[in-house]
């Protein structure tokens, strides 16, 4: 199969390829195709992909037909730096900031578009089939990250993992989105007490066994503070008070997948702002 050349490369994907490029194909999309390296979970993308740590973005999407499950494919030799998200500086005023700024932006998400899967439950509008019984489980687990709350908040993402449609549940994304504003606020200086690290820990090993591989391992990088470059760049964004900026990255995010951009963004910012939101 014949694959355009490397044009950006995320750090987890330069790793893993470094040491071989032969791939085994896990799963090939409409426009991209998930492949293991090394026991390494990656995907190969067109030019106007996202970044991610596990992304290969090449000068072309890549031609998945008649690709199927198992097939093994040469991913091109890489010659541009690997992306990494550069972490947050740590701040004592930063993590009130990144809070308020969130508030804020949680206020006026239904102008980002039109909201899909968790997006709704951030607009305050009735979750959709097949997430209709899940506004609950949403509510506490941001309530539980809001509050400070690591076991209450790891029994309340086990309810959500696996629920919804999708290589990626939404409520996968809505639990990853919620726990990298926790690994947000340990960058900007908060302690990441050993209860989280224990939810963190609970959540991880649940998702291997209750949600899709490729899921459990974006959740896991969610889990970790890695996560998409837009959503990086709204979390430095809100921790500056960057409103234009923040806003921009919240609408790259909300376009992310069908729904996944939409529900990480309200797990992200339900957990920083849930005694602001509607319920």
């Not at 030019?47 to 008649?66: E, F, K, N, Y």
């Not at 899709?212 to 430095?236: E, N, Y």
Request: hydrophobic share 50%; aromatic share 6%; charged share 15%.
């Amino acid at each position: 199969m014949q694959l355009g050349s490397v044009i950006e490369i995320g750090w987890r994907a330069s790793e893993a390829l470094a040491r071989a490029t032969s791939a085994r194909v896990l799963s090939a999309m409409r426009a991209s195709i998930y492949i293991v390296v090394n026991g390494q979970i990656l995907w190969l993308g067109g030019p106007a992909d996202v970044m991610h740590s596990r992304a290969v973005l090449l000068s072309q999407p890549p031609d998945v037909s008649g690709l199927v499950v198992g097939d093994t494919l040469s991913v091109p030799p890489c010659t541009v730096a690997a992306w990494r998200a550069a972490p947050l500086c740590a701040n004592p005023a930063g993590a009130t900031a990144l809070r308020r700024a969130a508030g804020q932006l949680a206020k006026s998400a239904s102008t980002l578009g039109e909201p899909t899967g968790f997006g709704a439950w951030l607009a305050a509008r009735p979750l959709a089939f097949p997430l209709a019984g899940a506004g609950e489980s949403a509510d506490a687990l941001a309530a539980a990250c809001a509050s400070d709350n690591a076991a209450g908040a790891a029994e309340a993402a086990l309810a959500l993992l696996g629920f919804g449609a999708g290589l990626t549940p939404s409520g996968d994304d809505f639990v990853g989105g919620a726990f990298f504003a926790r690994a947000a606020l340990t960058q900007l200086g908060e302690a990441n007490s050993v209860s989280w690290q224990q939810a963190a820990a609970t959540v991880r090993s649940a998702a291997g066994v209750a949600t899709h591989p490729i899921s459990a391992t974006l959740l896991g990088d969610l889990l970790d503070g890695h996560g998409w470059s837009p959503l990086h760049d709204l979390a430095r964004a809100l921790a500056s008070e960057d409103a234009p900026a923040a806003i921009d990255a919240a609408a790259r995010l909300t376009r992310l997948g069908h729904s996944s951009g939409w529900d990480v963004l309200a797990g992200f910012l339900g957990a920083l702002t849930a005694p602001l939101l509607h319920w």
